[in-house]
């Protein structure tokens, strides 16, 4: 190896030798070598991998897929902070040492460490000191110590694992020169833009699964009980930095249960390098300004998915800003595509984003309830055509827009959680939103009998509407919750809200929603079996409806009135009134109402036992219930089919269509499904 020449007590240097006598490993030249070179013994290969940590658990399949692909060239390991991607290098890393007998390397590069980047310049000195090139510094420029580092490793089988990258320019220069070696990679960030420059295999480390979660906190704690065990597994989201530090906080304090206040609870008594706020702030510094505020926006969002929509309205940028910020948040592995345009992260990062949020929460909760209100209504109006709306919204100013119901009803349920959260309690400062989105997806709630969720939503818009003080807003609200409460048969309940309503509506001349309270309290008369109050009811809301011209409410009507009058065997007034509200439904393409009043003809023909005819109109009402996208009607009919059967001694074809509606209320999650399995298991209990 080159060294400068002694002092010999003359001015003058020694001639420019380039000759080298003896050899003991591999010579590298910078520049011109002046004077004689002392080589030193061969070093021995450097071993610098950290010592192996805890057991590690739950990657087998990553380890296998490792040994797979990490046969030459780079590896990149990536995932989100404490996901363990540097514990699974490591392990593959020591259990491969044998494929590399020239030696291992390793550097935290410390891309997210609060000091900033290792520089490479840096880390090149590092390294070829490790190879006993012990004058390093003599490689004044990275260029140098770059050339130096890969004529050393030309001809090595060498492992370089590279920790905590945080971008290619600290990658790059400590890529060895020999087709022999294997660097492993890890980063927060996925980095794609390496593969610009080399071949590289990507390696995505993924959160624990529930189940292996369970397995590593039960290592850690060692037979300590841990309360609310599945309630801390999955606010700790599968982070398993998260799980081993909760399992060392309750194995020390066995006692204290996983309060709301994760992050401080993880953070008691942590270090720089375990507390996990501190590694989530890391990543966050990371961020330019305007992902910063979109990450934040994930503290305030009330979901646990985005869509770019959603984070362009909270961020008021345009709409395609929103989807290269989400974008730029899943290169950070702060957040995952979980299907196409929408993205999720978990609790730990949501408080963490949260806690950042506070200045700006309000007003970003307000852009978010003004995005979601508009779009919601803009796709309950597809859904609901025709129904009363409080007032006619623009549409939505970011997007999405509805080629048609099938998409409507598609972001609809791709976002309930989203819009039940924003029902839900909350600061008051939003009442007017709560109550309104409520409003808003109510006709939604009605086509997919989601009752669980309608009464939930509508139970807090009811408390909003109180808190304002709007007497017709509490009234409407009321008569939305009293739907659902009459198909729950909560029938009590549903008068309460029903009579409360007609008062107030009566109070402030409002005669349309007077006849909806007059319609209401007939379904809950109806179903008590007072059959003529009801019908009388029914009535006045009639005449009002054709009085001012609401065709959609009077072949609503007009069709449970029929139900009414076949439950009073008046069999002719109601197939005139059933047939009426047909033709009033098809008249204005009201699909799903017209699926509705099929099947309630076919309910009056069977009465009357016309089989044929009965399983025409419901064959017909499985045709609009399609065209309606309404699984929960189409699954309803399905049974009346069934029911036809039986009624006609066909006991297979009877199962047939049972098997088919039970089939789709499970699928929709409905409660009909145990009817359905009820009646099929009573048919088999009759069975010879």
């Keep these: ?29 910078i520049g011109s070598v002046h004077g004689g070179l002392h080589l030193g013994q061969a070093p021995m290969p450097p071993r610098q991998l950290p010592l192996p940590g805890s057991r590690l658990i739950g990657r087998r399949p990553q380890l296998a897929e490792l040994e797979k692909i990490a046969n030459g060239g780079i590896v990149l390991l990536t995932g989100m902070a404490g996901v363990g991607k540097t514990a699974l290098a490591v392990r593959w890393a020591r259990d491969s040492i044998a494929q590399f007998p020239d030696g291992q390397l390793y550097v935290d590069l410390r891309g997210y460490g609060p000091g900033g980047p290792l520089d490479p310049h840096d880390v090149l000195g590092e390294f070829l000191r490790a190879f006993g090139w012990v004058h390093a510094d003599q490689a004044v420029t990275t260029s140098e110590r770059i050339g130096a580092f890969r004529t050393l490793t030309a001809e090595r ?38 593969a610009v420059h080399h071949e590289v295999s990507t390696l995505r480390v993924k959160p624990l699964t529930e189940a292996q ?35 060392v906080r309750l194995a020390a304090r066995p006692g204290v249960p996983a309060d709301q206040d994760l992050l401080s609870f993880l953070d008691a008594g942590g270090g720089e390098s375990s507390a996990v706020r501190k590694i989530f702030s890391w990543s966050y510094r990371g961020l330019t300004e305007d992902e910063a505020a979109a990450f934040r926006v994930l503290g305030v969002h009330p979901g646990n998915q985005i869509e770019p929509s959603a984070l362009a309205a909270a961020v008021d940028r345009p709409l395609s800003d929103g989807a290269d910020l989400l974008q730029a948040l899943a290169r950070a592995n702060l957040m995952f595509e979980t299907s196409p345009n929408r993205y999720e992260t978990h609790d730990l990062l949501r408080a963490y984003a949260a806690e950042l949020a506070s200045d700006d929460r309000i007003a970003t909760l307000t852009r978010l309830y003004d ?10 109006d597809l859904v609901s055509p025709l129904r009363f709306r409080i007032e006619r919204r623009q549409p939505p100013l970011y997007g999405p827009l509805f080629a048609d119901r099938v998409a409507a009803l598609s972001w609809l349920d791709a976002n309930l959680p989203t819009l039940t959260a924003l029902c839900g309690p909350g600061d008051h400062v939003h009442d007017e939103y709560r109550w309104r989105m409520a409003f808003a997806v109510r006709g939604y709630f009605y086509f997919t009998k989601r009752l669980d969720v309608w009464v939930a939503t509508h139970t807090c818009a009811v408390a909003a509407t109180e808190r304002l003080g709007d007497r017709w807003a509490e009234a409407t609200t009321r008569t939305n919750l009293g739907m ?20 107030v509506f009566t109070e402030l001349g409002d005669s349309r929603s007077q006849a909806g309270s007059f319609a209401n309290l007939a379904a809950v008369l109806r179903r008590r079996g007072e ?54 439904a098809l008249g204005h393409e009201l699909h799903f109402e017209a699926a509705q009043a099929f099947n309630s003809l076919g309910i009056i023909q ?19 219930s399609i065209l309606a996208a309404s699984k929960h009607e189409e699954a309803t009919t399905y049974h009346r089919l069934g029911v036809l059967a039986r009624a006609d001694g066909d006991s297979d074809r009877a199962k047939h269509w049972w098997h088919s509606a039970a089939r789709l209320f499970r699928e929709i999650g409905s409660a009909s499904a145990d009817i359905v399995a009820a009646d099929l298991a009573a048919m088999t209990d009759e069975q010879p």
């Design 484 to 503: 659902a409460l009459v198909i729950k048969d909560d029938l009590e309940a549903a008068e309460s809200h029903y009579r409360f309503a007609l008062g």
């Design 213 to 247: 979660g369970s397995e590593l906190l039960t290592d850690t704690v060692a037979g300590s009980k841990v309360a609310d065990r599945t309630k801390l597994l999955r606010a700790c989201g599968g982070l398993p930095l998260a799980i081993r530090i909760a399992g």
């Design 606 to 624: 069977l009465r009357k036992g016309e089989l044929v005819g009965a399983e025409i109109a419901h064959r017909t009402a499985v045709g609009y």
């Design 531 to 584: 059959l003529q109050e009801a019908l009388r009811h029914q009535h006045e809301a009639l005449t009002h409806y054709r009085r001012i011209g609401a065709g959609r409410h009077v072949a609503i009507t007009l069709r449970v009135m029929a139900s009414v009058e076949t439950d009073l065997q008046l069999f002719s007034q109601a197939r005139r009134h059933v047939e009426e509200a047909i033709d009033l």
């Design 1 to 29: 190896m080159a060294e400068r020449a002694e002092a010999t007590g003359s001015s003058s240097r020694s001639p420019v030798s380039n000759h080298v006598d003896t050899v003991h490993g591999t010579v590298v030249q």
């Design 371 to 380: 995005f979601y209100l508009r779009v919601a209504d803009y796709a309950d």
């Design 157 to 194: 089988r060498l492992l370089v694992l590279l920790d905590n990258a945080s971008s290619i320019s600290q990658i790059l220069p400590l890529l060895p020169g020999g087709n022999a070696c294997t660097v492993l990679v890890t980063s927060r960030a996925v980095l794609t833009e390496l």
